[in-house]
T-cell receptor, first 114, second 116 residues
């Protein structure tokens, strides 16, 4: 396993700009998750894909957020018209399956909105 | 909705000693999974230990063990022979066993400091 990778690791943007993050999961994992983590808190679930299908979205995922996993491999998370409240660490995780299967986390993308 | 509570924002332990981190959760489900994840400073989160709710036997992974009390909805983590490398933020997490219950629900975390 080469591990879950995320790009970029850090992103500073001005309020109102659009940003896009990429996640490359472990190659044989069909499930991919996005979480958001603010300072001093636990990660909060945003959305989940099984292969290319987006099967669950949190209410946290406002209409400014969109996620895709076009070919069931890498995924992108786009935030439009960023707000200061979007500043957080965005974590991606992947797994072979649900239930007891481990979710492997990437290093995260730290977003700062100025 | 399920919730996970970690009531200890911060804990300290002397190297080679034992420490227990607390976690309680709330759910109406009878079948689920519980996890402890470790997040070292500026590094990615890794799984420490996991427990299936239908198993009465407590999970153990080397120096890490859990005390799972299903009726009390309690899931504490015991770290024996603490090492400097154990210093990290520890998160307790819940996952439903339902078919599409895939997301992890995390607690707020406990910072563990290890003193040499």
């Amino acid at each position: 396993d080469t591990g879950v990778s995320q790009d970029p690791r850090h992103k500073i943007t001005k309020r109102g700009q659009n940003v896009t993050f990429r996640c490359d999961p472990i190659s044989e994992h069909n499930r991919l998750y996005w979480y958001r983590q603010t300072l001093g808190q636990g990660p909060e679930f945003l959305t989940y894909f099984q292969n290319e299908a987006q099967l669950e979205k949190s209410r946290l995922l406002s209409d400014r957020f969109s996620a895709e996993r076009p070919k069931g491999s890498f995924s992108t998370l786009e935030i439009q018209r960023t707000e200061q409240g979007d500043s957080a660490m965005y974590l991606c995780a992947s797994s072979r399956g649900g239930g007891i299967y481990e979710q492997y986390f990437g290093p995260g993308t730290r977003l700062t909105v100025t | 909705a399920q919730t996970v509570t970690q009531s200890q924002p911060e804990m300290s332990v002397q190297e080679a000693e034992t420490v227990t981190l607390s976690c309680t959760y709330d759910t109406s489900e009878s079948d689920y999974y519980l996890f402890w994840y470790k997040q070292p400073p500026s590094r990615q989160m890794i799984l420490v230990i996991r427990q299936e709710a239908y198993k009465q036997q407590n999970a153990t992974e080397n120096r890490f063990s859990v005390n799972f009390q299903k009726a009390a909805k309690s899931f504490s983590l015991k770290i024996s022979d603490s090492q400097l490398g154990d210093a990290a933020m520890y998160f307790c997490a819940y996952r439903s066993a339902k078919e599409y219950g895939n997301k992890l629900v995390f607690g707020a975390g406990t910072i563990l400091r290890v003193k040499s």
